[in-house]
């Protein structure tokens, strides 16, 4: 799944965010970990968190991943 992920990150995101941030790795509970480079983009990818994870759980080989944590990196 995080190939796939990868490959649709700049849809998922849309050009304003994909650059600034980058999947990190999908835990066992089915977290998706993103690195974000700054607080305000964390603050405006989390406004729009329920979007982003529909748009993720309607990839194939990544319907199981079932919430965002965001991080500084």
Do not use: Y
């Not at 849309?14 to 964390?42: E, M, W």
């Not at 309607?58 to 944590?69: H, T």
Request: net charge positive; aromatic share 4%.
């Amino acid at each position: 799944p995080e190939r796939v992920l990868m490959q649709h990150w700049r849809v998922i995101l849309g050009g304003r965010f994909a650059h600034r941030c980058s999947p990190v790795k999908i835990t066992a509970q089915g977290v998706l970990l993103i690195a974000t480079s700054n607080a305000s983009l964390r603050n405006e990818i989390l406004f729009q968190k329920a979007s982003i994870l529909k748009k993720i759980q309607a990839i194939p080989e990544c319907d199981n991943i079932k919430d965002l944590r965001l991080q500084s990196g």
